[in-house]
């Protein structure tokens, strides 16, 4: 089977600081090879400022991959939609939707939904300088910005900027008041809003994510909009990646043992690299999620010593699991 055109987003993990690191995405990919995956949002200034290599790494693998950029400066973001044009990602994808408020201080993530004509600024000047698709990851509004004509103007005004993809969290964001947590669980979700906006934006490709935790009620958006968008449910239980990626392209799902053994390559490579085990094994966490052994599993994985020693009774442990 060939692979779906870069354009083709009918299944994405969710940018998620903290958990979609390189790592976490060589396992997703395993799992799911068709999916997109995006990255933790990077700031534009981190990438200009700090160590730029080491936010940019991925592994070839990973692809289709994008990269998730914060920041509200046309001129900043410009230069690091090049870096990461240079670093060789498939796309670059704006964060407009993450409330916290050292972002907000920062005025990008949720807060630019309050300026439409920024935001179109930036996609362009991010699709000049890097001649990659840009798209935009943003929430159905902010605050008492929440009426569908101005989630509508927002996504005008990008669109005319030549974002063909949007990702809509399907939730305002309470920009005081919430924790960033907070901001994911409260604000009632909309999905009507989402489908609406397929119908009003049909030439747009709408993802839409929030609050999807399996199968059939992910897969059946599809009837609405072009793609589905999990960050939690996915993290928890990484099988379902593999699942919907079945399930959506038609593919061989994949059995946990092989991508056990892989991983275990994988690590080898990189702790041979001076990677810390931990950083790896951190993500596997939720391989046997809702399966006798779970906990087992997890409490295994935790007890693990860092560095080769952790990995010999890591394959120690994959090999019981194999013949049991
Ligand atoms: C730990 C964590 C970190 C997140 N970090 C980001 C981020 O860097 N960029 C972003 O656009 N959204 C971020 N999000 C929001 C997710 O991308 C997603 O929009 C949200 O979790 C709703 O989808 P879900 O219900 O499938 O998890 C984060 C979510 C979580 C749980």
Redesign the pocket.
């Known amino acids: 089977m060939s692979p779906p055109a870069l354009s083709d987003h009918r299944l994405a993990v969710?940018?998620?600081?903290?958990?979609t690191d390189r790592h976490c995405r060589y396992f997703l990919r395993l799992l799911a090879p068709h999916a997109w995956l995006y990255t933790?949002?990077i700031t534009a200034r981190a990438l200009l400022h700090g160590a730029r290599e080491r936010l940019l790494a991925f592994h070839p693998a990973e692809h289709p991959i994008a990269v998730?950029l914060g920041g509200g400066a046309p001129a900043e973001l410009a230069s690091a939609a090049q870096l990461a044009t240079s670093a060789g990602y498939d796309e670059i994808n704006l964060?407009v939707?993450?409330p916290s408020g050292r972002v907000q201080a920062g005025c990008f993530g949720a807060a630019l939904m309050a300026n439409p004509a920024l935001v179109a600024e930036c996609v362009q000047a991010m699709r000049d300088a890097s001649g990659l698709p840009v798209t935009v990851?943003t929430r159905l509004g902010i605050d008492d910005l929440d009426s569908y004509s101005h989630l509508c103007e927002f996504v005008a005004a990008v669109a005319a900027a030549g974002c063909r993809t949007v990702f809509v969290?399907a939730r305002k964001a309470w920009l005081s008041g919430l924790s960033p947590k907070e901001n994911?669980d409260i604000p009632p979700l909309d999905y009507k809003r989402v489908h609406r906006l397929k119908q009003d934006f049909p030439e747009l490709e709408i993802v839409i994510?929030?609050?999807?935790s399996a199968v059939d009620t992910a897969t059946a958006q599809l009837e609405h909009v072009d793609g589905v968008m999990?960050?939690?449910?996915v993290y928890r239980d990484p099988y379902l990646f593999a699942a919907l990626d079945a399930q959506l392209f038609g593919g061989v799902l994949p059995s946990r043992a092989a991508v056990l053994e892989a991983m275990l390559r994988y690590a080898a490579s990189e702790v041979a690299k001076g990677t810390p085990l931990r950083a790896i094994t951190r993500h596997l966490m939720g391989l046997y999620a809702g399966l006798p052994g779970a906990r087992g599993w997890r409490r295994t994985l935790g007890e693990l010593d860092d560095g080769v020693g952790g990995l010999r009774q890591l394959e120690q442990t994959v090999v019981e699991r194999l013949v049991a």
Not at 14 to 19: S, V, Y
């Open positions: 969710a940018p998620m600081m903290e958990r933790e949002m998730q964060n939707g993450c990851k969290h994911r994510n929030g609050g999807l999990l960050g939690r449910a």
